[in-house]
């Protein structure tokens, strides 16, 4: 059973950064994908990011790019979220997820997930 733990949420003030980490375990990883999604209240799930476990290309909402970066380091089975010039409407709960899924936008596409960590953004 794979399991996530995520951590390096945080509060921080418009323009600010953070970095989330994932790291996971219990499983096999050569076909796998993490990303990344997040919950404001009152709205739905949202895709920020993704990346394959087999190459590095990433995916990435259109409301982070150019912002977000993910990455992972494979020997540490972990996947970061460096989030850069954060804005008010970045604050969530962000959740790590895991597939063995080609699909990586929707959150039913993922079968594991973390338990979230709260990204605060002041203004």
């Known amino acids: 059973q794979v ?4 951590s390096g949420g945080g509060l921080v003030q418009a323009g600010g950064s953070l970095r989330l980490s994932c790291t996971a375990s219990g499983g096999t990883f050569d076909n796998f994908a993490m990303g990344w999604f997040r919950q404001a209240p009152g709205k739905e799930r949202e895709f920020v990011a ?8 990433p995916y990435y909402a259109d409301s982070v790019k150019g912002r977000f970066t993910i990455s992972r380091d494979n020997a540490k089975n972990t996947v970061y979220l460096q989030m850069n010039s954060l804005k008010p409407e ?5 959740y790590c997820a895991a ?6 936008y929707r959150d039913n596409d993922y079968d ?12």
């Open 3 to 6: 399991q996530l733990v995520e």
């Open 50 to 57: 993704a990346v394959y476990w087999s190459d590095s290309n």
């Open 90 to 94: 970045d604050t969530a709960v962000y």
């Open 99 to 104: 597939t063995y899924s080609a699909a990586l």
């Open 112 to 123: 594991y997930w973390g338990q979230g960590t709260q990204v605060t953004v002041s203004s």
